[in-house]
């Protein structure tokens, strides 16, 4: 059982932003930009591309709710989109709010939240989401 799916499972907290039958998404805890939030699928499955065509399809429709929530209380001019795959063995997007490519680059150093600061980031996405 990978890390994200004992978040799924509540057997590890997350800062949840929205989840539905098939989705959950939550803040990062090793963010690159505040309000960086990771999209993964309930079902554990190690590589997106191994997805079916219709979980990645709805996975996308999913992130990009997540997206527009982020959009309206992030600033940033783009909401930036990552898959790397190497971290946690369990498919995963990344939406990171960027005003600049450099802001994608996960080489820079990670942006530190207290625990309050974290839910009052999850807090006003989570609001903005439909």
């Keep these: 059982m990978t890390v994200f799916s004992k978040i799924i499972a509540g057997e590890i907290s997350s800062y949840k932003i929205a989840e539905d039958e098939n989705f959950y998404s939550f803040l990062d805890i090793n963010p690159v930009a505040k309000g960086h939030v990771l999209v993964i699928p309930k079902q554990e499955i190690d590589y997106i ?3 079916s065509d219709d979980t990645l399809a709805q996975m996308m429709l999913f992130s990009k709710k ?3 929530a982020m959009s309206k209380v992030i600033k ?5 989109i990552a898959v790397m795959g190497l971290e946690v063995p ?6 990171i709010p960027i005003s600049e490519e450099s802001d994608m680059s996960f080489r820079n150093p990670k ?3 207290s625990p309050e ?6 807090r006003s996405i989570r609001e903005a989401f439909e």
């Design 49 to 51: 591309f191994d997805l």
């Design 66 to 68: 997540v997206a527009k």
């Design 76 to 80: 940033s001019k783009r909401i930036g």
């Design 90 to 95: 369990h498919a995963h997007i990344h939406l």
């Design 111 to 113: 942006k530190k939240f």
């Design 117 to 122: 600061e974290f839910e009052a980031i999850a």
